[in-house]
């Protein structure tokens, strides 16, 4: 699964990136880490971005880069 898919009000554990050197690097960058819990809060109108909480802090992600990292499982 995605975070691309996670609804929001949903948590989840990251896996793993699957981006190529740049963007792997991105999101690394932006604390996605494998081990992080991630909240999805919400989308915009469009679904696209993606508002997420992790670590205390709100970032936004284009629903493509989403595409690329892999989560573990999904809890309301």
Partial sequence: MTLKEI???QNCLI????ADNVL???LLDLGLLPGT???VVR???LLDPVEMKLDGYL???RREEA???QV?????
């Fill in 37 to 39: 819990w991630v909240e």
């Fill in 15 to 18: 896996e793993s990136i699957n």
């Fill in 72 to 76: 573990e499982a999904c809890y309301d």
């Fill in 43 to 45: 989308n915009a109108p």
């Fill in 59 to 61: 970032i936004s992600l």
């Fill in 67 to 69: 595409e690329y990292v």
């Fill in 7 to 9: 609804l929001p009000g």
């Fill in 24 to 26: 792997a690097q991105r």
